[in-house]
C-alpha cells in the first residue's frame, strides 16, 4: 500500500507536536510550606546568633545540609543553609530567608538532583535555576556563584541521563558569565565502568559518605581559594 507525501507529512508534524508538547510539560512544583518549620530555625538562630560577612554560602538540598561544611572548609566564614529534600523551586521560594540576609563573597548550590527524581525535566529546572541565579547576580552584585552538579547516584542511575542534561544545560550557561561558575564534583562519583561507585555513598545509596565527602572537599578546596581571594 503506497502512503501519500501529505500523509507522511501530517505523521511528522504530528509527531514533532508531541514531542514539543512533551518537552514543554511541567510538572507541579511541591508546596514548599513543608519546609516552613526548618526555615524558621534557621531565622531563630539568625535572631541570636550574628553571622559572618563576606561568608561563603552553601544552599540547596541535602547532600548540603548533611554537608559539614565548617569542618570542611575551617578557613573560611562558613554559613550553610541546606534543607533536606529541596527543590530548586524551593530555594528561590525562600530566598529572602536562605540567601538574600547573608553578606556572602561566594555562594555554592546543590540543587536539581530532587527536582529530576520528581519528574521534572532538565529544562523546567533551567528555569528555576535561570530565576536564581538571575536574582543574586542582581541583588548582590560582588558576589561569586558555583553550581555543584547532579552527582549520579546508583539509586537514581536510572534518571542520570536527564540529571547529566542539566548539568550540562547549567555548565553552558555559566561559561558565558565570569561570575558564574561550575566545579565538576559529579565525574569523580563514576568508577572506571562508568557507573556510581558505592562507596561515596551511604547505605540509602542516595546521599554522600565521608568517602564522598572528602573527595566533593578535594576538588572543591583549590577552586574556592581561588574564588574567594584574600
Keep these: ?16 507536536v508531541l514531542s514539543f ?13 513543608r519546609f516552613q518549620p526548618e526555615i524558621e530555625l534557621f531565622q531563630e538562630w539568625d535572631q541570636k546568633n550574628s553571622y559572618p560577612a563576606a561568608a561563603v554560602l552553601f544552599i540547596g538540598s541535602s547532600s548540603i545540609r548533611m554537608w559539614s561544611t ?19 523551586s524551593d530555594v528561590v521560594h525562600f530566598y529572602d530567608e536562605v540567601v538574600k540576609p547573608y553578606d556572602a563573597r ?5 540543587s536539581g538532583d530532587n527536582d529530576i527524581a520528581d519528574g521534572k525535566t532538565a529544562p523546567q529546572v533551567f528555569e528555576d535555576y535561570i530565576e536564581l541565579v538571575g536574582r543574586i547576580l542582581q541583588e548582590k552584585p560582588a558576589v561569586k556563584f558555583v ?5 549520579p547516584s546508583p539509586s537514581r542511575f536510572a534518571r542520570w541521563e536527564e540529571m547529566k542534561r542539566l548539568n550540562m544545560m547549567i555548565k553552558e550557561y555559566n561559561q558565558k558569565n565570569p561570575r558564574l561558575f561550575y566545579v565538576d564534583t559529579a565525574s569523580a ?8 561507585d558505592k562507596k561515596y555513598f551511604v547505605e540509602d545509596l542516595l ?7 572528602a573527595v566533593w572537599q578535594k576538588i572543591l578546596a583549590p577552586q574556592l581559594k581561588e574564588l574567594y581571594g584574600k
Design 1 to 16: 500500500m503506497k502512503i501519500s507525501i501529505q500523509f507522511l507529512l501530517i505523521l511528522i508534524l504530528s509527531f514533532a
Design 21 to 33: 508538547q512533551g518537552e514543554r510539560s511541567t510538572v507541579p512544583d511541591p508546596d514548599p510550606a
Design 70 to 88: 565548617r569542618q570542611a572548609f575551617p578557613d573560611y566564614p562558613v554559613i550553610n543553609r541546606g534543607f533536606g529534600g529541596a527543590q530548586t
Design 106 to 110: 561566594v555562594i555554592l548550590l546543590y
Design 147 to 151: 553550581y555543584l552538579p547532579i552527582k
Design 189 to 196: 562519583m563514576l568508577d572506571s565502568s562508568g557507573v556510581p
Design 207 to 213: 546521599h554522600l559518605s565521608e568517602t564522598g565527602y
